[in-house]
Structure formats: structure tokens, C-alpha cells
């Protein structure tokens, strides 16, 4: 390694994942004590250079940047955004924490209520792979015991705990199927039933395994995807660690985030002797993300699923034409990139075969048209000339001066023909400007002419501002062009592909318009104080729905579900991967709003969406807001109902009552493009708003 860095420090690159190991803090960190620190740090001993490029990987970076402050690095920084982390799809969304309201006496109830958990997400996975045509996973029931004596291994009973289980589960455990991963014993005799040792590093890879004994240490080399329920008999005294524990189960079996079934983007932890208080810093302890993975964590009485409502396929089937926006739901990526991505995976997955070579070729067809509007502009030979031929100036310094006093002559100009190695050096620069190999399909193109010629036209091409301006918007039209020729063979890919596709639509500054496709399941939040409602669309397994509304909120719903052609509604909840997003301006942004609430109402054979957005007046966006739902309303106020914003005020005959500013109104937005303030909708507010 040293001999390679020496040779060539610009292009070797050392990369140590989970950079915080073996980092030794406080006095030890001025010597190498540990092998990764002598990458850092050098090793004289062993003639170890200090490595001239590191890029450290670690989610708790703090000792490994302690550490460079000894080492002969500049340190640059790239940090990762929690918000990122949560929309990559990597880890779980979410930690249901499930407990008895008085802690204690019920762990073997809980045990039981953990092994049923594990076959139901069991069956889900089963039933979501063989659906999608996945990869199978293996969900795994995780079983923290707590500590033994000399004369046992456990406290915990585990022969009543395999029997707790078998029970739940409505069978017997198969052989290899039990397995614990304790340091201290071999394989155990449990009842007659063989519970083997087996490395924590190693289980995930044993697709037979299906339920884990362990203590506390099953942390070390543990990394294990297929890990969905946690089970565990230690008191609350032990949250840190648990807390810990459990962010080394968070990541997804897939890689992704599952669309089609939310329960499945969870992972449980059942502890029967916490309470509610001790329940809280388990959580507190998962929000300190230089400990724990960003996934959000609560009771499992907050933390709940939500299931479409048995009665309301008819509506579902009627909401396929609505539509909903995401606003930068993704990193942006160049037009052009976008475009030759959407044809190399049309390609791959047999929707055109054709695509990929077809829309290279587009791109050098619009590459032709616009070297010949330069030629014909008169710029191009002057550009070209600029690449071919280097100007150079000559100034000769005497030491004495000369006879004049004047150290340095006159400066001679003249010009050398450029090197071939610094046009073809920018003509591989042109080619990351295009992307995807563009360079050289262009070159192959032109394969009959000069090459100097061919690839001085690329390199004054993609140099050109105006030029690539023009590529990207083309690029940007023809990929929405594709795409909508292909949509409904794209709709009939599996969810692993056809997310792969919204990415590519997403990686756009612009608001993309989507279709609103609602999953089976939606996960949701609430507190365990929280009221019930009616006719929501979607229910908790008790077949009722529980959700926190605000004062307005409340009784705006109070006063729809008096009209009995109401016959369901969504509560809409910020940004997350099933709600309802309109964008709208403000401060020269776009910015998504999700407005409170979609009531559906019963219209002739058909049904009526209607989106209702109360909002406090006093808010600076108000006006804003307005606007983006009147934009909305423009270009889609066919596909629902009312679309509204709503205030309540004082009314004339007395009280209060909400008045509603009906957006999909062609009088009404006709009245709100000349909005350019708070005050300016007041007045259309009271011009044109009712009861």
C-alpha cells in the first residue's frame, strides 16, 4: 500500500466503512494504536506511509475526525441530511414500541403477541414477494434473554419461551430453525429441542434461521437486514443499550422502501418491562442520531397501520385519475442525463429495446443542428482555431539590465499547434459534460471525417452555455414526450422497477405531476388520547380511525359529515409517500403544501373529491398558498370537486363560522391573479367567500 501510494497518491483512494472503529481517543490518539489508525497516522515500525486519500464512512463520525487532527489531512466534510436518510429507502420508516401499561407480569404475553407479529409480517413478505416476483425475505424474531448465573445461563426460562412461541405460531419449531448467540456455551438441549451457536455474523446468511437467543452483545458483527421483530426480557434500565441494538436492525430487507404495504417498512420491539416513562427514553435515546439511525420511533398505541376501508374499492377504483405533485423529492440530475436514463432503462427492461440506441442518435442529430447554426453564426472557425492553435508570449529578462536600464524585452508572440493530449484531454471533458459516453457516440457518427475536426466540434459544443441550455431543454421535452408513450407498460412493472422510473421523473427542479396511486396500507400517527372519527378511508385494525385534529380542523369536518352524500374522507398528512402535495412559490422557491383534508362525496353514479385547506389568515404564506391551490385548480380542477380555503370569522348574523373561498371557480381565479399580498386576498375574501 505504501509502495501504491507513493506511485500514484492522486488516484488511490483508501475508503474505510464504519470509520469510528478502532479509532482510539483522548492521549492514545497521537500514536497509532490500532491497524486502521496507521493508515491515518503512518507506521515507521513497518514502513506504513500515511495514506494520502481517506474517505471515512460512518454514521457516529466524531472519533475518526478527532483523530485526523493528529494525522497530516486536510478534513472535508460531507454530511449526509437526516431527511435524506429517510427518503433513500435504506432503513425502516418507523420503530413501533409495543408495552403494558404497567410494566411487568405479562412478559410471556408479550412474547406470545411478539411471535404472532413475526408470522403475520411472515406472510406479508411472502405474499408481497410472490406478487412482485421478488426476492424472498426471511423475517426473523430476535429474543433478547437476561442475564444468567453460575448455575444457568438465564433468568429467562427458554424451554417455556420456545413453548410460548410454538404456540403463537400454531406449530413446532423446525430443527435449525432456533438458534442463540451466546459466548459462553455450545450448543443447548432445550426439551429435547437443539438450540445451536451460531456467530452473529453469520445469521443473517442462514436463511433457516427464524428465532435468535441472545444476551447483549449480539451487536458485535451483527448486521441483519431480515431482523423485523425484537422481543426482549431486560429491564428499562437497559434503554441505552436496547436503543442501540435496535439501530442495527432499522435497514430494509430490499434496499427500499416497500410502496405496496407499509406495515412491511417497520420493525417491532416489544419490552414488558418498560413503562410508559421508560418507553420515552427509548425513544428520546433513538432521536440522537449519532447513536441511532433517523427512523421514527414511538408506542406502538401512536405508531399505528391503517388499512383501506372494506367498503371502498368503488372509491379507490374512482380516485386513478386524480393527480398529486412531489417538489424536490429528489437530488436533480441534468435533462439530458434524465433523458438517456429513461431510454437505458426502457432498454434493459424490454419495454423499447430500441430506446437506448434511438435517443443517442437523437442527441447527436440535435449536436448537428447546432454546430450548424454556429457555422452559419460565423462563430465556429474562430472557436475551433482557439483549440487547434496555442498563442504564445515570449519576454526575455537580462540580468544586467542593459544599455537602456530595462530588465525585460519587448514580449514576442506566436503560435504552436495544440498537443494532441490536451484536445484529447478536453474532448474527455466535453464527454462528462454529455454524459453516458455521448462524446464518443458522436465521434462514431462521424467516423468518415477528420478526427481533430470531429472532436474539436464537441469540445466547442458542450463549452458553449447557450448551446447546452438549448440540449436541456430538448432533452427535457423529449423525455416527458417518452415517457407518456410509455407510461401504461411502465404501470405494469413490478414496484422494484417502476420505482426506478419515478426517480427519474423526480430528478427534476420543476414540480413533477404524478399520478395519486393510495397503497392497500398507510402508516400513521396519533396519540393514544386521540378521538374518533367516521368514514375515513382508511381504519385500524379494531375498525376504528383515531387521529389528532386541530380546532378548525375538527369542526370543519364536523359540519361535511352532517351531508350524507359524504361517504368518506382523508385525513392528509405532511410529506409523506402516500399524501396529496400541491406546490406553490414563496420567497422565489417552490415548496410543497398538503392541504388538511380530502372529503369524498357521493355525485350521481360517480363520486366528487373535494379539497379542503382551512388556514389561518395571520400566516405570511397565506396568500402564497392561495395561489398555488388556484395554479392547482387551473390545470386540474376537472378531476375534483371543490377545491377550497377556508377561514373562520366572525359571521353577521352572529358568531363565528368558516367561510370558503371556492378555487375552482373560474371567477374566483380570475380574481387571484393579480394577488400579490396578504391584504389583496382579504378583499377576495370578502368579496367572493361564504359560509
Known sequence: MSNTARA??????????????????????????????????????????????????????????????????????????????????????????????????????????????????????????????????????????????????SRTDLGVALDVIEQAIGRALMEGETVHALHDCGDMDLGGRKVRRVDASRIDEDKGIGVVFFKTSLSTGWDCPRAEVMMSFRRAEDHTYIAQLLGRMVRTPLARRIERDAALNDVHLFVPYFDAAAVKSVVEDLKDVEHAPPTETGSSR??????????????????????????????????????????????????????????????????????????????????????????IRTTTVRSDGGEDGEFASKVREYEIEASDADIERQFAEAGMRLTNGLHKTYWDANADRDGLEVKAEMIVLTRSHEVMARLETKAESAFDAVYDQHKQAIGQLKEKERVRYERLRLATAKPVELEWRLPERIQFRRTEQAPSYERHLYLEDDGGFRTDLGTWEAELLAEELTNPQVVGWLRNLDRKPWSLEIPYESGGEVRPMFPDLLVVCRAGEGYAFDILEPHDPSRADNFEKAIGLARFAEKHGHLFGRIQLIRKQPSKAGGDCYVRLELNSEAVRKKMKVVTSNPQLDEVFKDWAVC
Open 302 to 391: 401512536e405508531l399505528v397501520t391503517l388499512t383501506r376501508r372494506p367498503d371502498t374499492a368503488d372509491i379507490f377504483a374512482a380516485m386513478t385519475d386524480l393527480v398529486t405533485y412531489r417538489v424536490n423529492a429528489a437530488r436533480t440530475q441534468s435533462h439530458l442525463r434524465r433523458f438517456l436514463g429513461l431510454a437505458r432503462r426502457l432498454n434493459l427492461d424490454e419495454i423499447a429495446p430500441e430506446a437506448w440506441g434511438a435517443v443517442k442518435n437523437q442527441v447527436v442529430d440535435w449536436l448537428g443542428t447546432e454546430l450548424a447554426g454556429l457555422k452559419a453564426a460565423g462563430t465556429f472557425d474562430k472557436l475551433v482555431a482557439g483549440l487547434t492553435r496555442v498563442s
Open 8 to 153: 500514484i497518491p492522486d488516484r488511490f483512494y483508501l475508503v474505510i466503512d464504519e470509520a469510528h472503529r478502532g479509532m482510539t481517543g483522548g492521549r492514545l490518539a497521537k500514536e497509532a494504536q490500532t491497524l486502521v489508525q496507521r493508515f491515518l497516522l503512518g507506521h515507521a515500525e513497518t514502513g506504513l506511509i500515511p495514506m494520502p486519500l481517506v474517505i471515512g464512512v460512518s454514521a457516529t463520525p466524531k472519533r475518526f475526525t478527532d483523530l485526523l487532527e493528529h494525522a497530516p489531512h486536510t478534513l472535508h466534510k460531507v454530511s449526509v441530511p437526516v431527511d435524506a436518510m429517510r427518503a433513500s429507502g435504506l432503513l425502516k420508516d418507523r420503530i413501533p414500541i409495543h408495552h403494558p401499561k404497567v410494566s411487568g407480569h405479562s412478559e410471556m404475553s408479550l412474547l406470545e403477541e411478539a411471535a404472532r407479529t413475526w408470522v403475520r409480517i411472515t406472510r406479508a413478505w411472502d405474499a408481497y414477494c410472490a406478487a412482485e416476483q421478488e426476492r424472498q425475505v426471511w423475517p426473523i424474531l430476535v429474543v433478547q434473554m437476561e442475564n444468567g448465573t453460575e448455575q444457568q445461563v
